[in-house]
């Protein structure tokens, strides 16, 4: 097999690919042989050795990846329901950067007709994200206003086009012109572009009561006024801090991360209480151990591919042996939809 390998964090020199033995699936887990694996902003901020649970889980040196999709190829003792030459796509906590990757039977899931090796691999960490963020912790209804921040973004995107099944009316913010196209293609009810507007001038506009729910992945640059741009009731729901990390650099600057982490907002219980308000934060990469809360909305997710209630992410595509360039590509900050690498 082939898999990306990072033996110290650091930039994109950092990510080598390195030839090792196949694995071979033990007791209830499956072998495949992946055609495509998808990246994640998370996978970066593994490389710069900055996520606490990579280092929880597996130290260094450290495949990352969490999603792919290919065709399985051997299966162990006690797995009767899947077999070799299944069209699959799944799910891991790290390690998916190669071409060949053993799951546990449950972490994988038939491939819909419908969807591509690399769509496939694009598809269960953006949506079980969103669908973690809009149904289990925001409890979306119909009506419910919402505002999504990069909307035009892996997570982003599948927020919107999630909020839009649950009757939402869904408001996306992008960081760029070149971004609004694809938010539009999402479904975005409506669309700030923070580039050439002022976006809390323009989130008030549209939304003068203040939002049901506030889905926020930049941290400290916006997460002070998402909160204050809640109705009340509202839930602002926070899930990332990509804007900690300078963009296209490569690397974190020590200094920046402090001066950010200090100016973070804290959100006070007296507060909370008298504003009516609430703020959520999670890492799925944690809940891996109650994977039975989570792991079977991907059977419905994939049923609303199946039913073409979803679309699939747009993806673009990178060579396994250029993962430096999709990285850099997905920390510059200017892409939209999924970037994946094709490991065939
Ligand atoms: N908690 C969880 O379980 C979980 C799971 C998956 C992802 N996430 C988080 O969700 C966020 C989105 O992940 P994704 O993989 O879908 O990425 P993505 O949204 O496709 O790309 C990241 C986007 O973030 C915005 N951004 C803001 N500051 C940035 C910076 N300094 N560098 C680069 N981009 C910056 C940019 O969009 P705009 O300029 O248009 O805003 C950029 O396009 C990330 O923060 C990730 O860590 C969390």
């Known amino acids: 097999m082939k898999r990306v390998v990072i033996r110290r964090p650091g930039g994109w020199d950092r990510l080598e690919l390195e030839e090792a033995p196949d694995p071979t ?12 694996a998808g990246v994640n902003y998370a ?45 699959v796509l799944g799910v ?11 799951l546990p039977r449950d972490q994988v899931f038939a491939l819909p007709r419908a969807m591509t090796a690399s769509e496939g691999a694009a598809f269960p960490a ?12 925001a409890g979306a209804k119909p009506g419910m206003r919402v505002l999504v921040h990069s909307a035009a973004g892996g997570v982003g995107g599948a927020l919107l086009q999630l909020a839009r099944i649950a009757g939402c009316t869904t408001v996306g913010v992008v960081g760029s012109s070149a971004k609004v196209e694809a938010a539009r293609a999402l479904g975005a009810g409506a669309i700030i572009d923070k580039s050439t507007e002022d976006l809390w001038r323009a989130a008030r506009r549209h939304a003068p009561d203040g939002y049901d729910a506030v889905f926020d992945a930049n941290g400290v640059e916006t997460l002070g006024e998402s909160y204050e741009h809640l109705a009340a009731p509202g839930r602002l729901v926070v899930y990332g801090f990509a804007t900690m990390i300078p963009r296209g650099r490569g690397r974190p600057s020590w200094p920046k991360l402090a001066f950010d982490w200090l100016r973070t907002p804290r959100f006070d219980p007296l507060r909370l209480t008298n504003d009516n308000r609430s703020v959520m934060g999670f890492n799925l990469s944690y809940l891996f151990e109650r994977r039975a809360a989570f792991l079977p909305a991907l059977e419905q997710l994939l049923g609303w591919i199946e039913a073409g209630k979803l679309a699939p992410p747009r993806v673009t595509e990178f060579p396994l042996n250029e ?22």
């Not at 040196?61 to 070799?84: L, Q, S």
């Open 323 to 344: 993962v430096a360039r999709a990285h850099r590509a997905l920390e510059s900050g200017t892409t939209t939809g999924k970037l994946v690498l094709l490991t065939r």
């Open 25 to 36: 699936p033990s007791d209830g887990e499956v072998l495949v042989r992946t055609d495509a």
């Open 92 to 102: 891991s906590r790290f390690g998916a950067y190669a071409t060949h990757v053993v």
């Open 43 to 87: 996978d970066v901020i593994v490389r710069m050795g900055l996520y606490e649970s990579a280092k929880k889980y597996v130290g260094w040196p450290i495949t990352p990846g969490f999603e792919m999709a290919g065709t399985v190829t051997a299966v162990g003792a006690g797995v009767e329901d899947v077999a070799p030459g299944a069209r």
């Open 126 to 137: 953006v949506f079980l994200t969103a669908w973690y963020a809009l149904f289990e912790l």
